[in-house]
């Protein structure tokens, strides 16, 4: 550190000071010996993205027969046997006509009455299905399927819409005679300025232009619309999840805690006794979980399970050599207090 | 007690009010001997007995007999010996903080590891989210990755394609920057109807930090990368579903888009991606890839999953627009928020957040009759670029309904609109990028209600 280039802290100190300016500096430094080559291997180990204009993609084919069986060993519980299920997610397969195949539009997007939206009804690119499968499917063993596997299933998710034969096998080398029949290839837009850069021939101007009025501006609310009443409590008691302290507290949309705690039978366990541990300066030395100068009231717990007594007359007569060389003097706190500490550490110190 | 309270309109008293005449008695007997515990329960058992109102406890602000017990009693932590040092080596919030918490919105997804979890942004002060509060998005579970064997790989159109340890990384010159990062799905529930009763459900896909790594130029330039003419940038994750986005080159070139590994002083939670994770300043939190494995840089768009059938916008016209990225600008009122309630009439600090992708915000007005009219509010500093900004504004609450609304204006001069004006444009069957004005209904009972108006 000491032969450290002066010049490399100039760069730190630019860096540091002057934000989005500093990559900009010259880099006199080169930042010597960090990052290498990567290999060949490595790269294709991980280079495994397929773009709109199947780059990237992989050889290989797969059946709409063997995508069936894949499918049901490995995709139907989540999706449905016919790619339809709504389930878990959200469905694959449903929405799209002949009529979209020769198009490039489902038509039904513009149908506000037309319950949801499947996959096939909004992809736009094959490769998007297929890159998708290959990097994330199935779910709980996301990397699993091989090429020719994933070939097979996604033949069969465009069987079950209606894109390809009964007996279509998905290649490499077919794959973009697919893509031209694909329902909603021609319902994508990239015309709006919500992508930062220029490079998708973005619209200049966002499309809702809003004026900053300031008096008198709209007529009084004619309608107000909030959640109904039996929606109040779908988010559970509000009171919960609102600080106890500050200009205002949570609405009580549900039983609140206390009182379902004051109904509990009273053989329930003691809660943690804060208050008798601090009056009594217990957790000067103790910790809930961890030892201190003392050992941890959940290590004591474990220790003497169900042992009330012999907790009551350590802590009342004092203790030593136990835990280790330092001695815990007899304690003179009051019997109750005494008692429901004991009774706590004896019911396994929980919470 | 406070039922009958609720239905003649008043605001909330003091929390005497709450106990009958034997409550009291008892109460302020025990506050005699210095049970401050028992003050608490009593407290508690009141208020529990009341399903209407609040389980919490305003305080007492009005002395009785001799004064305020709370003044009067010397309590445990006056008299006592405290917590030793280091009781915790990584602290924790107080106890009595145990409300603020991130949540799920019941039902919004059937599983725990595709899911999401909202910041408690009604309980938030400042800019700056706490780390462990930071809304949650995973598509198929978090992990926590060593950072010894976790790799950055950089290939594509270059010159070499380079691989970079952790440490390489973190021995580059770093910069630090405040950014947000929204969901593209957030307030996506309230698109079509009110549908989510508070602010941490209607706006907590939204939090704040402090981020700190290398600008990814540093590292594109490195690997000899072909930056001219037009480019894209593939953003990859290592987890299992292997997250990709296209980033735009724009941001990169500007140095504002930065492999991260720092959050508000210490490394990434694992939540949000340890070791590693891409921030890409403005644009919606999808893009800030987690667990950032591999950058590819190309020459087209990349067309993955999440910029072209999610995260797209449907038009009334049956297309959808794919590659949003941008958070246009938007605001909200925190505090008073949706699902709370006023403690009493008088006066207030409105205050609340406003951000805006496209820079820093410029101006923020709040209206407390739903949107007649309009005052403009203080800014707190920072007012930084691509960052929250925290606004407040006085106002006297008389008792009567209001409804507050907050408006936010960024640097470009862009307004944010309302329903009103983004439904005309966009339909109600979008789910992403709603960045209308949000409303919020201050009942003459003190209960604050997540309304919409027409």
């Known amino acids: ?100 195949i020769k198009s490039g539009h ?165 809660k943690v006794p804060v208050a008798l541990l601090e009056k009594n300066s217990c957790t000067a030395c103790h910790g809930m979980t961890q030892k201190l100068v003392g050992p941890a009231f959940s290590d004591i717990a474990k220790k003497y399970p169900g042992q009330t007594d012999h907790l009551l007359q350590k802590i009342k007569a004092g203790s030593t050599g136990v835990w280790g060389a330092i001695p815990m003097p007899p304690q003179t706190l009051g019997d109750d207090d005494a008692k429901a500490i004991a009774r706590w550490l004896a019911d396994s110190a929980g919470p | 007690m406070s039922g009958s309270i609720q239905q003649t309109g008043q605001v909330r ?77 990584y602290g924790k919030p107080s106890k009595y903080e145990a409300n603020v918490q991130r949540r799920q919105s019941p039902g919004l997804t059937p599983t725990a590891q595709a899911s999401v979890s909202f910041a408690p942004l009604q309980s938030l002060f400042g800019i700056v989210t706490p780390s462990g509060l930071h809304f949650e998005r995973h598509h198929q579970g978090w992990w926590d990755i060593d950072p010894s064997k976790h790799r950055l790989m950089v290939n594509g159109m270059m010159k070499t ?36 009763p508070t602010a941490q459900y209607t706006h907590g896909m939204l939090s704040c930090s402090e981020f700190t790594g290398v600008p990814l130029i540093t590292l594109l330039e490195m690997a000899g990368a072909d930056l001219k003419g037009e480019r894209f940038v593939l953003a990859e994750g290592a987890d299992g579903s292997s997250m990709t986005r296209t980033i735009p080159m724009s941001l990169i070139r500007s140095g504002e888009v930065l492999v991260a590994y720092g959050q508000n002083g210490e490394m990434l939670r694992p939540e949000q991606g340890y070791p590693l994770r891409l921030v890409v300043p403005g644009v919606q939190g999808v893009s800030w890839v987690k667990y950032l494995r591999r950058i590819e840089l190309g020459d087209q768009p990349y067309g993955a999953k999440d910029e072209t059938v999610h995260y797209v ?99 470009t001069g862009y307004v944010q609109p309302s329903y009103k004006q983004l439904r005309a444009v966009r339909g109600t069957r979008s789910i992403y990028h709603n960045n209308a004005i949000q409303s919020w209904q201050v009942q003459a009972n003190g209960e604050v209600a997540n309304v919409q108006l027409s």
Request: proline share 7%; net charge neutral.
């Open chain 2, 13 to 89: 008293k003091a929390p005497e009010n709450f106990l009958d005449a034997q409550g009291v008695r008892a109460v302020f007997a025990e506050a005699g001997k210095g049970r401050r515990d028992f003050i608490r329960n009593a407290f508690a058992a009141a208020v529990a007995g009341t399903a209407a109102t609040s389980s919490a406890l305003a305080q007492t602000r009005t002395a009785v007999g001799d004064g305020d017990p709370a003044i009067l009693n010397l309590p445990a932590h006056s008299t006592g010996l405290g917590q030793p040092v280091v009781t915790d080596g």
């Open chain 2, 161 to 196: 394609p380079k691989v970079f340890t952790l440490d390489e990384l973190m021995r580059l010159p770093s910069v630090s920057r405040f950014h947000f990062i929204e969901c593209g799905a957030n307030t996506g529930m309230e698109w079509g109807n009110v549908a989510v």
């Open chain 1, 1 to 100: 550190m000491s032969s450290f280039p002066k010049r490399t802290l100039l760069v730190l100190a630019l860096a540091c000071g002057v934000g989005a300016a500093a990559w900009a500096q010259p880099k006199t430094a080169g930042y010597a010996g960090i990052g290498r080559d990567a290999t060949p291997k490595e790269v294709a180990a991980w280079d495994i993205d397929v773009r709109p204009d199947f780059k990237g993609l992989p050889p290989g084919s797969g059946s709409v027969t063997r995508g069936q069986d894949l499918w049901e060993g490995k995709c139907a519980s989540c999706h449905g046997v016919f790619g339809e299920s709504n389930q878990v997610f959200s469905p694959i397969v449903g929405g799209t006509t002949a009529e979209d």
């Open chain 2, 313 to 411: 916008d449907l038009m009334p016209d049956g297309q959808h627009r794919q590659y949003t990225s941008i958070q246009e600008c938007k605001s909200v009122v925190t505090t008073p928020s949706g699902g709370q309630m006023l403690l009493d009439k008088g006066f207030y600090n409105i205050t609340g957040l406003a951000w805006s992708g496209r820079g820093s915000v410029k101006r923020v007005d709040v209206s407390v009759d739903g949107g007649r009219n309009w005052r403009t509010a203080r800014l707190e500093s920072p007012v930084l670029s691509k960052c929250l900004t925290r606004f407040n504004i006085d106002w006297v609450w008389d008792g009567t309904p209001a409804i507050i609304q907050s408006r936010a204006m960024d640097d």
């Open chain 1, 106 to 270: 489902v038509a039904r997007l513009k149908d506000p009455a037309f319950p949801g939206r499947t996959t096939l009804m909004k992809v736009t690119s094959l490769s998007t299905v297929w890159d998708y499968v290959y990097r994330a499917m199935p779910w709980n063993q996301p990397k699993s399927l091989t090429p020719d596997d994933v070939y097979a299933v996604t033949a069969y998710m465009l069987n079950l819409g209606g894109i390809v034969p009964d007996d279509f096998t998905l290649s490499d080398k077919n794959i973009r005679e697919v893509q031209a029949r694909m329902p909603n290839r021609n319902g994508g837009t990239t015309a709006h300025a919500m992508w930062p850069g220029n490079e998708l021939g973005r619209a200049a101007k966002p499309d809702v232009s809003a004026v900053a009025c300031m008096r008198d501006c709209v007529p009084a609310a004619s309608s107000v619309t909030q959640l109904p009443p039996h929606a109040r409590g779908s988010h559970g008691n509000l009171a919960d999840q609102n600080r106890l302290v500050g200009a205002q507290r949570g609405i009580a949309t549900a039983a609140p805690a206390a009182a379902v705690k004051t109904s509990a039978p009273a053989a329930a366990a003691p």
